[in-house]
Protein backbone atom coordinates (compact mmCIF):
# COMPACT_ATOMS: atom_id res chain seq x y z
CA UNK A 1 0.00 0.00 0.00
CA UNK A 2 1.24 3.60 -1.13
CA UNK A 3 1.19 6.36 1.37
CA UNK A 4 1.23 9.92 1.04
CA UNK A 5 4.22 11.60 2.44
CA UNK A 6 3.06 13.75 5.29
CA UNK A 7 4.17 17.17 4.43
CA UNK A 8 5.43 18.29 1.02
CA UNK A 9 9.28 18.02 0.28
CA UNK A 10 10.63 21.57 1.19
CA UNK A 11 11.91 23.75 -1.85
CA UNK A 12 15.11 23.93 -2.65
CA UNK A 13 16.96 27.16 -0.55
CA UNK A 14 17.68 29.75 -2.72
CA UNK A 15 20.21 32.85 -1.79
CA UNK A 16 18.66 35.61 -0.25
CA UNK A 17 19.04 38.74 -0.81
CA UNK A 18 21.43 40.80 1.33
CA UNK A 19 20.01 42.89 3.95
CA UNK A 20 20.32 46.52 4.08
CA UNK A 21 21.01 47.77 7.36
CA UNK A 22 20.14 51.41 8.54
CA UNK A 23 20.96 53.43 11.48
CA UNK A 24 19.46 56.43 12.92
CA UNK A 25 21.16 58.72 15.50
CA UNK A 26 18.66 59.96 18.30
CA UNK A 27 20.07 61.02 21.53
CA UNK A 28 22.84 60.57 23.36
CA UNK A 29 22.95 59.51 27.64
CA UNK A 30 25.82 60.41 30.09
CA UNK A 31 27.89 62.28 27.41
CA UNK A 32 29.45 58.58 27.08
CA UNK A 33 27.02 56.39 24.52
CA UNK A 34 25.00 56.81 21.41
CA UNK A 35 20.97 55.82 21.35
CA UNK A 36 20.43 55.22 17.84
CA UNK A 37 17.26 53.04 15.98
CA UNK A 38 18.54 50.06 14.22
CA UNK A 39 16.69 48.42 11.26
CA UNK A 40 17.38 45.79 8.19
CA UNK A 41 15.59 46.38 4.70
CA UNK A 42 12.64 48.46 6.13
CA UNK A 43 13.32 52.17 8.01
CA UNK A 44 10.20 51.97 9.76
CA UNK A 45 10.56 48.71 11.87
CA UNK A 46 13.60 49.56 14.05
CA UNK A 47 14.90 48.45 17.05
CA UNK A 48 16.26 51.16 19.83
CA UNK A 49 20.01 50.38 20.63
CA UNK A 50 22.50 52.21 22.77
CA UNK A 51 26.31 51.72 22.65
CA UNK A 52 29.61 53.45 23.55
CA UNK A 53 30.65 55.45 21.37
CA UNK A 54 33.46 53.55 19.97
CA UNK A 55 31.33 50.43 19.99
CA UNK A 56 28.52 52.48 17.62
CA UNK A 57 31.34 53.45 14.94
CA UNK A 58 32.43 49.73 14.97
CA UNK A 59 29.07 48.27 14.93
CA UNK A 60 27.98 50.36 12.13
CA UNK A 61 31.05 49.33 10.11
CA UNK A 62 30.67 45.42 10.33
CA UNK A 63 26.82 45.96 9.81
CA UNK A 64 27.69 48.66 6.67
CA UNK A 65 24.88 50.54 7.60
CA UNK A 66 23.56 53.27 5.82
CA UNK A 67 23.58 56.43 7.92
CA UNK A 68 20.22 58.38 8.33
CA UNK A 69 20.56 61.91 8.84
CA UNK A 70 19.57 62.95 12.33
CA UNK A 71 17.48 65.70 13.64
CA UNK A 72 19.73 69.23 13.44
CA UNK A 73 19.77 69.21 17.50
CA UNK A 74 20.22 65.98 17.97
CA UNK A 75 23.15 65.98 15.09
CA UNK A 76 25.23 69.33 16.92
CA UNK A 77 24.44 67.38 20.79
CA UNK A 78 26.29 64.26 19.75
CA UNK A 79 28.96 65.90 18.03
CA UNK A 80 29.26 68.20 20.89
CA UNK A 81 29.68 64.89 23.26
CA UNK A 82 31.63 63.19 21.15
CA UNK A 83 34.55 65.87 21.07
CA UNK A 84 34.24 65.22 24.79
CA UNK A 85 34.80 61.51 24.25
CA UNK A 86 38.34 62.32 21.74
CA UNK A 87 35.63 61.18 19.09
CA UNK A 88 35.24 64.38 16.99
CA UNK A 89 33.53 64.06 13.77
CA UNK A 90 32.16 60.59 15.08
CA UNK A 91 29.17 60.40 12.53
CA UNK A 92 30.47 61.92 9.56
CA UNK A 93 33.51 59.14 9.63
CA UNK A 94 30.48 56.18 10.41
CA UNK A 95 29.23 57.62 6.94
CA UNK A 96 32.19 57.83 5.05
CA UNK A 97 32.90 54.08 5.59
CA UNK A 98 28.90 52.99 4.97
CA UNK A 99 29.25 51.45 1.58
CA UNK A 100 27.29 54.40 -0.48
CA UNK A 101 29.17 56.86 1.89
CA UNK A 102 26.18 57.33 4.06
CA UNK A 103 23.47 60.29 4.19
CA UNK A 104 24.21 62.30 6.91
Not at 16 to 26: H, L
Request: glycine share 4%; aromatic share 8%.
Amino acid sequence: MDQEPLAAPLPEARPSAPMQAYVRVTGSRLDTYVEFEFSLNDRDLTVELILPFRAFEDFCERQKAVILPPEPDVADALERQAWRQHQPGLLRRVAARAPDGGEV
